[in-house]
């Protein structure tokens, strides 16, 4: 195991949201591993490191807000991209204006974690790529408010304010209160993009406002 960091994140808004929904958002309870390690990589990444979330604090309630958003169904296709690379006539735009629709979302309000998490080393680690090296490269940059692009709660428009605990984590609003052990359900894990892009989920569980995310993963993980 490399070494660990807490960093606490919060923001207006954030919509994590339920693939099993269709065609408008409805937001997980908490926010996801996968967007944890997104939040994470935005600060800092190499192909020599790979980051695990070990656990989430809830330090907010858990609050909900019907929103309506802007978004575009469409997509430009990947043929279309190939069909221009060879010199046809394609588009290669998509209009604002005309593709735009209005759709309703379930998102969070008033979020506030701080995410528990390490680094490991990957396949593609050099002679110079130290453990101690990559973690004070990252405690620099989160220091700092560094990162490659701003991080955001799961949609672009919901963007993330952060900064490094470097100690004791701040109590959630959930310790010691009878809401505060919660099932929350089977939540997107992450993806293996080892393995075809695999879907990994888990059984989330919350006590004391603190999903301990790799305990939750080991006792009963599916794919």
């Not at 939040?39 to 330090?59: C, G, Q, S």
């Not at 735009?100 to 390490?118: G, K, W």
Request: hydrophobic share 40%.
């Amino acid at each position: 195991m490399g070494f660990g960091i807490k960093l606490k994140v919060w923001g207006d808004y954030a919509c994590f949201t339920r693939p099993e929904m269709k065609v408008e958002r409805v937001s997980y309870d908490v926010i996801t591993p996968s967007a944890a390690r997104g939040i994470l990589e935005a600060i800092y990444w190499k192909p020599a490191i790979f980051w695990k979330i070990d656990r989430i604090h809830v330090l907010n309630p858990i609050k909900f807000d019907n929103i309506r958003r802007n978004e575009r169904p469409g997509k430009i296709l990947a043929g279309n991209v190939k069909a221009a690379f060879k010199g046809n006539d394609v588009v290669l735009y998509q209009d604002s204006t005309e593709d735009t629709v209005q759709r309703a979302s379930l998102v969070l309000r008033d979020v506030c974690y701080v995410i528990e998490a390490h680094f490991e080393m990957t396949d593609h680690a050099g002679p110079d790529d130290t453990v101690e090296k990559h973690y004070n490269i990252a405690l620099r940059r989160m220091r700092k408010g560094q990162c490659f692009h701003h991080p955001y709660f799961g949609c672009r428009e919901f963007p993330v304010q952060f900064e490094l605990i470097e100690n004791e984590v701040p109590v959630s609003y959930y310790f010691g209160k009878k809401e505060g052990e919660k099932d929350l359900g089977f939540m997107l894990y992450d993806i293996d993009f080892s393995d075809k892009m695999k879907a990994v989920f888990f059984r989330a569980c919350m006590v004391d406002g603190v999903i301990d995310v790799q305990k939750c993963l080991s006792s009963g993980g599916v794919s």
